[in-house]
Structure formats: C-alpha cells, structure tokens
Nanobody, 125 residues
Framework: QVQLVESGGGSVQAGNSLRLSCVASGYDFRMKCVAWFRQVPGKARGGVAVFYTGGNWMHYADSVKGRFAIDRAQDTVYLQMNDLNPEDTGRYFC????????????????????WGQGTQVTVSS
C-alpha cells in the first residue's frame, strides 16, 4: 500500500524558514514526478513546485521562485521554504505520479495518482 506522509509544518513569523518532508512507504521515489501543492480554505489547490526525481528538471510557481527549493534524498522529498510570508500560509501536500513530468505554466493536480494527508503551514506577519 502506497503512503506519502508529510511533516515539518508549523507556525512561524514572516521571514523565517521551514523544511517540509514527504516520506514514501510502499513506493519508490526514484524516477518519478513529484510535486508540492498548497491548499487554502476557500481557494483552489495550487501547485507550488514540481520536479523529476531522476534528473535536474524542476519548476516553481512564480510566487515562490527564489525562495523555495525541492529536492530528494532516498525515500524522502523535501520542500525548503525560505523567507516565508503570510501568503504562503496553507496546507501543503506532496503528490507523485509515474508519467512524464511537464510544466505548462501551472501544475495540474489531476495528473497525480498518490497524495499525502498534508501538513499545515501558518505564517504570521
């Protein structure tokens, strides 16, 4: 059974950093398309970052470019979030699928087969 489990969320003040983790069990993150999404109540879920774990291909939403970085170590995918601001508040989910990664201006969540339960990030001003 595939499980993705996120952790690392919390409440921080603007300007601080958090590092989110997504641990996979029953699933091999090698050569997969993995992404982080953010969900805010009352708003559509939005893709934050996507990358192909088998190479150096990755893309970020404009709102987080230069501040967020996605990477992987063995069975864990990370999202390093620096210089956080209140607009980064939301529940963060990792997701994965086994087809080709692509980016066409946004990250489409319908492409992703496996999802975690999310971890809450709250940034205060």
């Amino acid at each position: 059974q595939v499980q993705l489990v996120e952790s690392g969320g919390g409440s921080v003040q603007a300007g601080n950093s958090l590092r989110l983790s997504c641990v996979a069990s029953g699933y091999d993150f090698r050569m997969k398309c993995v992404a982080w999404f953010r969900q805010v109540p009352g708003k559509a879920r939005g893709g934050v970052a996507v990358f192909y774990t088998g190479g150096n291909w990755m893309h970020y939403a404009d709102s987080v470019k230069g501040r967020f970085a996605i990477d992987r170590a063995q069975d864990t995918v990370y999202l390093q979030m620096n210089d956080l601001n209140p607009e980064d508040t939301g529940r963060y989910f990792c997701a994965a699928h086994e087809r080709a990664c692509y980016y066409s201006g946004s990250i489409d969540g319908t492409d992703f087969s496996f999802w975690g339960q999310g971890t809450q990030v709250t940034v205060s001003s």
